[in-house]
């Protein structure tokens, strides 16, 4: 049975950091991308980042300079490092994993594996 299990999330105030990592057991992923997306109360669910199997990167713009994926195969887990958090990154975090190892993609539909998120509050 595969499962993803994401760890790092809390309370952090504004300008602060935090470090989510995604640990997957069941099978291995290290040539399939993996990502991370986000859903705010209230909110659709929406892509944040993405890592290919190669180690290829994708942010959304709102993101870019702040926040950094990355990979360690060895322990089939990925990571999400988070600086200069802000209060609009507030939301439930999961990680995601494409088992068709496909192409980077920014679309939930695409990702065939989801863990059962972490919550992520950035207070002002």
């Known amino acids: 049975q595969v499962q993803l299990v994401e760890s790092g999330g809390g309370l952090v105030q504004a300008g602060g950091s935090l470090r989510l990592s995604c640990a997957a057991s069941?099978?291995?992923?290290?040539?399939?991308?993996m990502g991370w997306f986000r859903q705010g109360t209230g909110k659709e669910r929406e892509f944040v980042a993405a890592?290919?199997?190669?180690?290829?990167?994708y942010y959304v713009d709102s993101v870019k300079g702040r926040f950094s994926i990355s990979r360690d195969d060895a322990k089939n887990t990925i990571y999400l490092q988070m600086n200069s958090l802000k209060p609009e990154d507030t939301a439930v975090y999961y990680c995601?994993?494409?088992?068709?190892?496909?192409?980077?993609?920014?679309?939930?539909?695409?990702?065939?594996?989801w863990g059962q998120g972490t919550q992520v509050t950035v207070s002002s």
């Open positions: 890592i290919s199997g190669s180690g290829s990167t």
């Open positions: 069941g099978r291995t992923f290290s040539r399939c991308p």
């Open positions: 995601a994993a494409d088992a068709r190892c496909g192409g980077l993609s920014v679309l939930t539909s695409v990702y065939d594996y």
